[in-house]
């Protein structure tokens, strides 16, 4: 390979490298840019936590704050069935939702929908584990929901763009020979 042939091959790759570094960056921002609405800052009782004793409501806080209008909260014993008593109520950044009474020992699913102060849905599912104390052989084993999946969208974009940069190059270079 002479020198203006590498010349050639080196600059395709700096573009190349360029481009995939230009578009990991929109990546990176876009996803940051996805992740600065409102989010969850805690859930009592605690997502993955086990109650002794039967809560009568669940109380979301947020880092922001969430408009009162088409707000839901719904919770669920192990079986399915609503435990939910009423509408949920919106103070600020806190939204609460009365329970009836807990009969059921196992898994509780807590799913809402809010929309916070810029206008955007919020929504998710937690869990909690509710242990009736006169019942000790019912202990429920808590789970692992996973990690985020905009990290696995970042990390597979990047792949692709990369495996991208490489065959253009690799193009380039196979043209110019």
């Known amino acids: 390979m002479?020198?203006?042939?590498?010349?050639?091959?080196t600059r395709h790759i700096r573009r190349?490298?360029?481009a995939v570094l230009l578009c990991l960056s929109g990546v990176v921002l876009a996803a940051t840019a996805a992740n600065a609405h409102t989010s969850l800052v805690s859930m009592s009782p605690a997502d993955g936590s086990l109650a002794m004793s039967a809560p009568?409501?669940?109380v979301l806080t947020f880092d922001n704050v969430i408009q009162?209008?088409?707000?839901a909260v719904l919770v669920t014993d192990p079986h399915g069935a609503s435990v939910a008593s009423g509408a949920p109520i919106v103070l600020d950044n806190t939204v609460t939702q009365k329970l009836n009474p807990l009969t059921v020992p196992g898994r509780?699913?807590?799913?809402?929908r809010v929309v916070s102060a810029d206008g955007h849905p919020v929504e998710r599912a937690l869990t909690f584990y509710y242990l009736q104390k006169t019942d000790p052989t019912a202990t429920?084993?808590?789970?692992?929901?996973g990690?985020?999946?905009i990290v696995l969208?970042?990390?597979v974009g990047a792949a692709v763009i990369l495996t991208l940069g490489v065959a253009v190059a690799w193009r380039k270079r196979s043209e110019a020979q």
């Open 68 to 71: 009162a209008v088409g707000d």
């Open 16 to 18: 190349a490298t360029t």
């Open 108 to 112: 509780y699913t807590v799913s809402y």
């Open 147 to 149: 990690g985020s999946p």
């Open 153 to 155: 969208w970042v990390v």
């Open 140 to 145: 429920p084993t808590p789970t692992s929901t």
């Open 2 to 9: 002479n020198n203006s042939h590498l010349r050639v091959v």
């Open 56 to 58: 009568v409501h669940v």
